[in-house]
């Protein structure tokens, strides 16, 4: 091993770093080893800058079967079901080119799926964007979404729900996060480890290219207006390969012919091959010689850090080869022995019989740096805190601000969107998008799952203790809202540059506050995803602490649907209502800015109001349930109304101002819809666990939407509300 290395910060390492390496070999590493140390050491791999943190979050609990460290988490549904879900994102490629880092970064999350032994039953989605007046963000916003439509379509998984914000901090750095949910049995879950020496490694599925190299590394910097030149870092997807990888996949995990299996996702073989010889405490060595290549002239370096998309890394009995690759070329798939598991501990890299790389795996793994960054308190955080909150109980056309909102960015309606998703692939989907969560009907059972995904970004920004718990308790409401159990959760972590001590104090505080929500709420993290450097031009994006979580029905009959289904049913709002008006969507519609302290958040009424629902919809008393968040209770009601044209009457009273009654956010509450029959038995349960109850009204058979808050009185007709919030998304997105 001769070819002595050059500069190491071609390789994102610092110069600390480097003699880090250089003290743990015992000598200077050569090129190869030298990235090899680089992207396994790099944040998108390494989690240099999060692990210390991530330690403090929640992740065991009597439903987890698997949590972080694995392809995905895993929890027990009972009767020998159990979920496999993950969350990741792919925001740097799809900055770039938007159509292929969406599709792939969809790809890369049902790999790890499937990965666990589990069939892929529904994905989800939370994306942001700029300005949708802005022509790059239509473009960006037109080929991310029609990106996630073409992958997810053609695999034939059903893309269930999702979630959609604008911002101007976005602007040059959109955020695609990508979930994917699949189903196993609770006694067949594979894992990543090359365990056994002398079982073979078997590379299979595409062939490896150039596209993606680095990529774990592109995902590891700052973005700027000179990064044109790095499309190559983004991967290319081919859906259809990745439907055969996963049908031969699925086939031979069922026929036990695997000891282990890894997708090629970050780094490609680099961090497949040391990841699963480093969970098993073994050394894996690759022949890269074997390796089947798209293109001649691949290098080393190349074919080790490729990104190339739908391969699989599996570890195999010598004795089961010959079946893997019958199976693999009954799908018209290729299977080739790369490799071998050793007993040495080292990541050995050979090419014709020439050792090019030889690197201790836990080097690469478990050695890889761990910072604990300086923090300070940003100089925005106190001055946004004591903005001026006046301009909603100032403005006083409570109908026309309702008008204005519905046809906001971030609350008109997401069927242009969803529409381009098939989302009832499979038929098993019977909550479907444009609700508080998407119900899937379980296979052979009368259980259902609920799924959802989201997180209020200006809240994190303003504060992101409480705005990260806050995630945590909508995504849990969201899912309760639909009658079922909330279970567990998994994350993706959206921050700028964690060496700013601002970004790594936001960091810090929304990790505690997403640790307390979760152990509080009984939804532990099985796992999940950080990103940082989501920066542009040195402008940081307002940090997002995207929650993905799933609950269970025990009847999926007993679904409750968000909208109101005929007239003459009461109308109750759940929770309290104070005046809270700062991070709101009125506030930043009637200003143009983000300010303000968001709503407080009491963990003891959503953990009760969590009880409440499922509790209320097994006992058949709810005809419809609906959460209270973006534009507040009067946008909560519009979007009632509009699935089946059903009015309202409502006239109450609340201890706040008519502004913030409509149009304030406060947490932890829920408009549902009873039969008048149903009202005092609900009551009742309500008052047994402590949840405040105020009665609003009914429901109405007119085409009109009128709500009166003590001497305020705002009223719509539903057609022109309904037009306003259906038509403005579509315009806003038209090239």
Request: proline share 6%.
């Amino acid at each position: 091993m001769t070819d002595i290395i050059g500069p190491w910060t071609e390789h994102g390492l610092t110069e600390d770093e480097h003699a880090r390496v250089v003290e743990l070999l015992g000598r200077v590493p050569n090129r190869l080893e030298l990235a090899l140390f680089g992207v396994m050491w790099s944040e998108h791999c390494g989690y240099k800058n999060s692990r210390a943190l991530l330690a403090k979050l929640p992740v065991d609990g009597p439903q987890v079967l698997q949590g972080p460290g694995e392809n995905a988490g895993v929890v027990d549904l009972g009767d020998g079901l159990a979920a496999a879900f993950k969350m990741e994102s792919h925001n740097h490629p799809s900055a770039i080119e938007p159509f292929q880092g969406a599709a792939t970064g969809v790809g890369g999350i049902i790999r790890d799926i499937f990965a666990m032994g589990a069939r892929p039953t529904a994905s989800l989605n939370s994306l942001r964007f700029g300005e949708p007046d802005d022509p790059r963000v239509k473009r960006l916003l037109n080929g991310v979404v029609a990106g996630i439509a073409a992958y997810g379509n053609c695999m034939g998984i059903p893309t269930v729900g999702g979630d959609l914000q604008f911002n101007p901090s976005f602007q040059g750095n959109p955020l695609v996060n990508a979930m994917c949910l699949g189903l196993l049995r609770s006694d067949r879950i594979f894992r990543g480890q090359a365990s056994g020496p002398g079982n073979l490694a078997m590379l299979v599925g595409a062939r490896t290219g150039r596209d993606g190299i680095k990529g774990a590394s592109f995902a590891s910097e700052e973005l700027s207006d000179h990064d044109h030149d790095k499309r190559p870092n983004v991967q290319v997807g081919d859906p259809f390969m990745e439907k055969l990888l996963m049908e031969a996949t699925l086939e031979i995990l069922e026929a036990g012919l695997v000891v282990g299996l890894q997708d090629l996702g970050a780094a490609g073989l680099t961090s497949s091959g040391a990841e699963m010889a480093g969970r098993a405490g073994n050394g894996l060595r690759l022949d890269l010689e074997r390796v089947p290549l798209r293109e001649e002239g691949l290098s080393p370096w190349e074919i080790m850090l490729s990104e190339s998309q739908e391969r699989m890394l599996l570890v195999v009995e010598p004795r089961r080869a010959a079946e893997v690759e019958a199976i693999f070329e009954k799908w018209d798939l290729q299977a080739a022995v790369v490799g071998q598991v050793t007993d040495d501990g080292l990541f050995a890299v050979r090419l014709h019989g020439e050792v090019l790389a030889a690197v201790p795996a836990e080097l690469l793994t478990d050695k890889a740096p761990v910072y604990v960054r300086p923090q300070k308190e940003p100089a925005y955080f106190r001055r946004l805190r004591q903005a001026d909150l006046s301009a909603v109980p100032e403005h006083r056309d409570w109908s026309g601000l309702l008008l204005r909102l519905m046809a906001a960015p971030n609350l008109c309606s997401r069927r242009w969107v969803y529409e381009q998703y098939d989302h009832m692939v499979g038929l098993n989907t019977v909550l479907r998008p444009g609700g508080d969560a998407a119900v899937l009907r379980l296979p052979d059972s009368r259980k259902g799952l609920a799924l959802t995904s989201g997180c209020n970004s200006r809240w994190v920004y303003l504060e992101p203790r409480l705005g990260a718990a806050a995630a945590v308790a909508e995504a849990a409401l969201n899912v309760a809202a639909t009658g079922a159990r909330p279970l567990a959760l998994t994350n993706c972590l959206n921050f700028g540059n964690p060496e700013n001590p601002e970004i790594y104090w936001q960091f810090a505080q929304a990790i505690d506050g997403l640790a307390e929500a979760a152990r509080r709420l009984g939804t532990p993290v099985t796992g999940g995803n950080v990103s940082f450097y989501n920066e542009y031009d040195g402008r940081a994006i307002q940090p997002t602490t995207t929650i993905g979580l799933i609950g269970l029905l025990d009847d999926v009959e007993l679904r409750t649907p968000h909208f109101f289904r005929e007239p003459g049913d009461l109308v109750v709002l759940l929770g309290r209502t104070l005046e809270e008006l700062g991070g709101s969507e009125a506030h930043r519609l009637l200003t143009g800015r983000d300010e303000g302290p968001p709503p407080s958040l009491d963990l003891d009424l959503a953990a009760a109001l969590n009880a409440l629902l499922p509790q209320a919809a097994a006992l058949r008393l709810l005809r419809s349930c609906h959460d209270v968040s973006d534009g507040g209770l009067a946008a909560a009601v519009a979007e009632c109304c509009f699935p089946l044209d059903v009015g309202v009457e409502l006239d109450f009273r609340l201890p706040v101002s008519a502004g913030a009654a409509f149009f304030g956010e406060s947490q932890s509450r829920a408009l549902v819809s009873l039969a008048p029959g149903a009202f005092q038995a609900f009551q009742d349960l309500a008052a047994a666990r402590g949840v405040p109850t105020t009665l609003l009204g009914r429901t109405a058979d007119h085409g009109r939407l009128t709500m009166r808050c003590n001497a305020d009185v705002l009223s719509l007709e539903l057609a022109e509300l309904k037009e306003a919030w259906s038509s403005a998304l579509p315009r806003a997105a038209a090239l």
